[in-house]
């Protein structure tokens, strides 16, 4: 993969930030999306990167917001001419049973983790070259739902509908397009379980222990690299086997 620009939304830490050092090890040049307020942390990312020895830059954008993307779009384009791998991967949760939900729990969800797949995807997929991949982060909520997670759990299923409409469309380019769909990861994300909930959680799942950001880094590799070539419009599970 050397000499290959990636791009990652929301990547300033967590699984994005590990998907970041994994494809640079590669040889990647990475463009670390983020919202301003999480330039600080960005930037660190950016020099840890730089380590690996390859190139590396923060570009803030709200992936929410249809005109930042388009602006992002531009920069890149400036800078680097070309994405060969687009990682969607920026996401929030706003957790609430939705006899309790409110629009301002509802809304920004599907914004940030939905309609980013629009914003971003619609910009840059011009200067997404023939052959190159477009990997998007769903989540086992999108596929067998989750207790409190109506608007997120939506937005996770509508990633996957996403995945394999794009990847019927862009395929006579040799573009494969597909969803990586995270179980209990070790995350900020995670940590806010209560333990009580989390034993409950380790006997559902068949290998007994939760998932480490490198799990889910190391599907994203996999499918950025010339190996998944004949892979396109598949939902790669890394979830210890909770869902099977
Ligand atoms: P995280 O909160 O650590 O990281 C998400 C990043 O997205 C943050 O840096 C945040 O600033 C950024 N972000 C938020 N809103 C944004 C916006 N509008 N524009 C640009 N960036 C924005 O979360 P994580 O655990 O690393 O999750 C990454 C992805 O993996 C998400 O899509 C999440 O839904 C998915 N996922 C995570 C788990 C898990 O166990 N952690 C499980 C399944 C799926």
């Not at 380590?51 to 388009?70: H, L, P, R, T």
């Not at 599907?110 to 995807?121: P, R």
């Not at 477009?134 to 739902?145: M, Q, R």
């Not at 939760?210 to 396109?232: C, H, M, R, T, W």
């Amino acid at each position: 993969m050397k000499g290959k620009n990636a791009l990652i939304t929301g990547a300033a830490r967590g699984l994005g930030k590990e998907m970041a050092l994994v494809l640079a090890k590669e040889g990647c040049n990475i463009i670390i999306n983020d919202i301003e307020a999480m330039k600080e942390e960005a930037l660190k990312t950016v020099e840890e990167i730089k380590k690996a020895g390859v190139n590396s830059e923060f570009i803030a954008a709200d992936v929410s917001d249809f005109e930042s993307c388009k602006k992002m779009a531009e920069e890149i384009k400036g800078k680097f001419e070309k994405v060969d791998i687009l990682v969607n991967n920026a996401g929030i949760t706003k957790d609430r049973t939705l006899k309790k939900m409110v629009p301002d729990e509802w809304y920004p969800v599907i914004n940030v983790n939905l309609n980013s797949l629009f914003n971003v995807t619609r910009n840059v997929l011009e200067i997404i070259p023939d052959g190159g991949r477009v990997i998007n982060i769903s989540s086992v909520a999108g596929i067998s739902g989750n207790f409190g997670q109506t608007n997120y759990a939506a937005t996770k299923a509508g990633v996957i509908g996403f995945t394999k409409s794009l990847a019927k469309e862009v395929g006579k380019r040799k573009i494969t397009v597909n969803a990586v769909a995270p179980g209990f990861i070790k995350s900020a994300m995670t940590d806010k379980i209560p333990v009580e909930m989390l034993a409950n959680v380790l006997e559902l799942i068949p290998l007994k222990e939760i998932g480490q950001p490198e799990d889910v880094a190391n599907a994203v590799k996999f499918l950025a690299s010339d190996d998944a070539k004949y892979i396109s419009g598949m939902v790669v599970r890394v979830d210890g086997g909770i869902t099977f």
